[in-house]
């Protein structure tokens, strides 16, 4: 089925200053590996991204040079990605699976709430009770809370970088603000969905302390940090450009982060750190 009509294999049309583009892609569910190790597979509803992170991992993947120069101003919508779910789940086992939604995309971006690929995409898993985990940024996460209570074993992360609108909108520009989205998680979390809040990558602090009281009146028990990787060519998919130039004007060295982690492991015990922190919940 193709969800959005026309059989054009490329359709283009323009939400905000984004290119939205449809495409149909060769797969859904794609075989974990790497920092993704500990899940069976990823599922990326979309490719591309137009919360376009300054420091986003995932641009390196873009599959033409252009894609990754212009990061966060287009999203590829996999026009067939239904189709391709129900052949997958038909063919292949996927109960006690575990499930990554999405590496290389934010599955709740701007689009997602017209087109509902999403959400439709979960309510093509739900008889096949896979262990999930949500990463997101988007507030818009909240309107999926039905669904999420209806699966076994789920979990749903939301990054939080920072406590300072200054940084955030530094390196997250076109990222909701970091208050809308603690708001968001602690309405997942209340409604009874196990909920994350990963500091993926942890950025300058302005007030550590504040940062954990904020973070724990959500209620929320489960936090992962990772540390900004500023060494370019560190790691196979690096940081890009913009966001190791950004960290230069703040003072955000490994010694800094160090510190920062210490005052926030005084109030959160137990933080998962880097990949250990992402394998997937019991
Ligand atoms: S939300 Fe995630 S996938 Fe999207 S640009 Fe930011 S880091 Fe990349």
Redesign the pocket.
Known sequence: MDLFGGSDDQKLTDIGKAEVIYSKASSILTEAKGFMGGYDYTLNPYSG?????T?????FFARFESDMKN??KWVRVKENAIDLLNKFSKKNVLKGKTIYM?S???PY?PVEKKLELTRSLLKLLLPYQPTLVI???SPNVVRDIDIFQQFEHIQVNM?ITTDSEIVRKTF?PF?PSNKVRLDAIKNVHEAGVPSCITMTPLLPIDNAEIFAKQLLQTGIRKFVVQPFHAEKGKFIAGTREQALNLIKEFDWTDERYKEILRILEKYIPNIGIGKDGFQPPL
Do not use: L
């Open positions: 991204c137009t919360f376009g992170c420091y986003c991992y995932a641009a990061w966060g999405s290389v995309t934010d971006q990463q997101t940024r990054t997250e990222c």
